[in-house]
């Protein structure tokens, strides 16, 4: 059985941090790619981060610079370290697994951005 865990989301002012983690089990973690993925009311499920089992990454334009995807294979673990937090960041963020026509997720983990 798969079961991807999420945690640390929470309330954050703007220009904060916060890291989220993402705890796998059920799979073979170091041959799948894993990503983060985020949902805000009203609007579509995107792309937040990915990395493939290769470790070649891919970050959403509007994360660059600011938002940092790592893996802990050795953990099963794949973290999120969002910087310099935006009002705009406020969502549902989903863990994601990823390996051909295999695709699993998290539960999420809600990330509000306010003052």
């Known amino acids: 059985q798969v079961q991807l865990v999420e945690s640390g989301g929470g309330l954050v002012q703007p220009g904060g941090s916060l890291r989220l983690s993402c705890a796998a089990s059920?799979?073979?973690?170091?041959?799948?790619?894993m990503g983060w993925y985020r949902q805000a009311p009203g609007k579509q499920r995107e792309l937040v981060a990915t990395e493939t089992s290769g470790g070649s990454l891919n970050y959403a334009d509007s994360v660059k610079g600011r938002f940092t995807l790592s893996r802990d294979n050795a953990k099963n673990t794949v973290y999120l370290q969002m910087n310099s937090l935006k009002p705009e960041d406020t969502a549902v963020y989903y863990c994601?697994?990823?390996?051909?026509?295999?695709?699993?997720w998290g539960q999420g983990t809600q990330v509000t951005v306010s003052s």
């Open positions: 059920g799979i073979t973690f170091s041959i799948y790619a």
């Open positions: 994601n697994a990823h390996r051909f026509s295999l695709n699993f």
